[in-house]
């Protein structure tokens, strides 16, 4: 085994490849960007070398900076977690030429593996099945829209070096191919360097489900059982199980037989996922298509673990340092079922996109086990209260992983933690994936990557949790919080004590860009809640705060409430940072924002009626041109966050009067990009 290893990685990753290598005995070093230096798997490694800037073609893509770190302190191999060097043939070689171990597969099979095109013709010498479609080396744009109308629509383009979602596009009409394929192009360059793309007839009703695979020097190669990935939003998974839901033993079987095959047709070493689509047959069975091969651990592993009792990092160690696989494929045993949710800094009703901005409150659910095994929830996570979510990074907070005996158990843990999840100061997917859980579809195992489309009434409701009951959550914690921080003097107190008569303490909010007001009403009768407008009944309010803390990072506060409204009793946490009251209950979640109403009066938007950026990210492109007339909802420009491209369309009819950016400029959140007047 090795003494030291250098982790090529960050975030959760990274904090879980440290956690096995301490285990172990082993000793780590990580490296850090500018925007990492503070970061937590740079705390959880035994040594820390800066590489670079905070975007990752600076730091984390300059392998040549991280072979020099490696050499520098010591390691004997690096772990190149999955996504950045994961899948780099050169950084593998560059690893060997340097004496370093590259704690993954050789280099020839990440090449054999990195084309889909070429994976793909591989893939059919050795008898794996394929999807039909086009997987040649022509990428002439005339020619692959001949080809997609040969097929039949809808198709779906996919870029040859692709993974992740990235470089992806379903095209439904033959009109609508070109401005596709450009898109799904410009993306793949921006991510991959490499702008091949290949075409396949779109499978109806597709399930994705890939199967774990392992293999060492010694001539072993099994399949550690399967995983089904068919919740996707943007063909990027959000949330992966195993065992997949109704696939019978004998495809099983015929699956991992096929993953075996392909790994071995490509020389493979170490961890790899062989991914497939499966459609349904008349006879209920599943028919089944290699997709691609991820030629390293994929994020979703720690639900094979958790039915496994395995530890697929340390696996990952051993096969590297030369040992042979701790199991043969006879001994591998499954228990139980597991799921993983992926907690992302993005907003669900805004069209998934990304977020940043600063964990200003973090709770998980209580009895997290971090560690890889174990019946109690794990949280995979490389941020903690007050660490911020860039836009330089994949948006990915955290990953949320429960084990049940069987498959309703584990729903129903799921469920349960997460609505103990609590994060604000962000936007985050949490509310989302409590529904998508919940949903019909997804309880029943009805599963397909339109699951979500198909599900969207259901899981874009509003919160059950209502605005009234926010708000008084809301009053309760801000009173708490005066009384807390003021002087024992009676006359300095402000919660509204009156000797006789009525207080009436007004609170504006925004949500959601609406506006609304409510009031307080103390009397020597009791406290009641008026919500406007319309003016409503004052509704008898009473509570009690359980507790009321400081935030870990010193810049808000934490307050604990019970309370009853209407009849009803509510428990809740609200988080409290500037304007932000972030309300948390079991029926839901609710974002508000305390206003002052004079310090808003007459502050109108004198550029509402441009086109902004919706987040933080670089300017990829302009579809239309100063003077063009454009209709509300037409494409105007494309925009590029957190490693995946964004169409901005028109808010409003008019005439582009000026552009105010131009392609490649970095730009912040609400930054007017376009500047329309009306026509």
Not at 45 to 53: N, R
Not at 149 to 175: C, H, N
Not at 315 to 333: C, E, S
Not at 389 to 411: C, F, N, T
Request: aromatic share 6%.
């Amino acid at each position: 085994m090795f003494n030291k290893i250098l982790i090529a990685n960050r975030g959760e990753i990274a904090c879980r490849v440290a956690a096995t290598a301490r285990r172990l005995g082993v000793k780590t070093v990580a490296v850090f960007s500018d925007a990492d230096a503070r970061a937590a798997h740079v705390r959880a490694c035994d040594e820390a070398v800066h590489v670079g800037g905070s975007a990752p073609a600076e730091s984390y893509l300059q392998w040549p900076r991280i072979i020099d770190a490696a050499l520098t302190t010591g390691a004997q191999a690096i772990h190149p977690g999955y996504g950045f060097l994961s899948e780099n043939e050169a950084f593998a070689e560059a690893c060997a030429r340097a004496g370093l171990v590259f704690i993954g597969p050789p280099a020839s099979a990440i090449a054999a593996m990195g084309s889909k095109a070429a994976a793909k013709a591989l893939m059919e010498k050795a008898g794996v099945p394929l999807v039909p479609g086009y997987h040649g080396s022509n990428n002439d744009p005339a020619y692959l829209q001949g080809q997609a109308d040969a097929m039949g629509y809808p198709v779906l383009i996919k870029a040859s070096a692709g993974g992740g979602g990235k470089g992806m596009r379903r095209v439904d009409r033959s009109e609508d191919f070109a401005a596709a394929l450009a898109s799904c192009q410009r993306e793949a360059k921006a991510s991959f360097g490499d702008d091949h793309v290949l075409v396949e007839r779109y499978v109806s009703r597709p399930r994705h489900i890939e199967i774990q695979v392992f293999a060492d020097t010694h001539g072993h190669c099994v399949y550690v059982f399967e995983r089904d990935c068919s919740v996707q939003r943007r063909h990027q998974k959000v949330l992966e199980e195993a065992p997949a839901p109704g696939l019978s033993e004998v495809r099983r079987a015929e699956m991992g037989a096929a993953a075996v095959a392909a790994a071995q047709a490509v020389g493979y070493v170490g961890a790899g996922t062989v991914e497939f689509i499966a459609e349904p047959t008349a006879d209920g069975d599943l028919r089944f298509y290699f997709m691609e091969m991820n030629t390293r651990l994929q994020v979703e592993h720690p639900v094979t673990e958790a039915i496994t009792g395995l530890d697929l990092v340390e696996w990952q160690l051993r096969v590297a340092a030369g040992q042979p696989l701790p199991l043969k494929q006879d001994q591998l045993q499954r228990h139980g079922h597991a799921i993983e949710a992926r907690i992302c800094a993005e907003n669900p009703e805004g069209g998934f996109l990304p977020a940043t901005g600063t964990l200003q409150g973090l709770r998980w659910p209580e009895h997290v086990r971090f560690e890889r095994s174990g019946r109690l929830p794990r949280v995979d996570a490389g941020v903690g209260e007050g660490d911020a979510i860039s836009p330089h990074y994949d948006s990915m907070i955290a990953k949320l992983i429960v084990w049940g005996e069987d498959r309703a158990q584990a729903l129903a843990r799921l469920e349960a933690a997460l609505a103990a999840t609590q994060i604000a100061g962000l936007h985050t997917n949490v509310a989302f994936l409590r529904r998508a859980v919940q949903c019909r579809a997804f309880a029943q195992a009805d599963l397909d990557t339109a699951l979500i489309e198909r599900e969207r009434d259901f899981l874009f409701a509003p919160s059950a949790l209502t605005r009234e009951s926010a708000v008084a959550a809301v009053a309760l914690a801000e009173q708490a919080l005066e009384r807390s921080a003021v002087s024992a003097d009676p006359w300095s107190q402000r919660d509204g004590w009156r000797l006789r008569g009525a207080a009436s303490r007004p609170m504006a909010f925004t949500e959601g860009g609406e506006a609304f007001e409510a009031l307080v009403l103390q009397s020597p009768a009791g406290v009641s809640l008026q919500m406007q407008p319309p003016a409503e009944e004052p509704q008898p309010l009473s509570g009690l705060v359980r507790s009321v803390q400081p935030l870990s990072h010193g810049a808000g506060w934490v307050v604990d409430v019970d309370f009853t409204v209407r009849g009803t009793g509510h428990a809740a946490t609200v988080f409290l940072h500037g304007d932000e009251r972030a309300v948390f209950a079991p029926a839901g979640m609710r974002v508000l924002h305390r206003l002052d109403p004079m310090a808003q009066a007459g502050q109108a938007d004198a550029h509402g009626s441009g086109l902004k950026a919706p987040m933080p990210g670089k300017v990829t492109a302009f579809l239309a041109q100063a003077g063009q007339a454009v209709k509300a909802g037409q494409a105007v420009a494309m925009m590029e966050a957190m490693k995946m491209e964004h169409t901005l369309v028109a808010p409003r009819d008019g005439v582009i009067e000026e552009l105010l950016y131009a392609p490649g400029d970095q730009v912040s959140e609400g930054a007017e990009l376009v500047r329309l007047v009306k026509a």
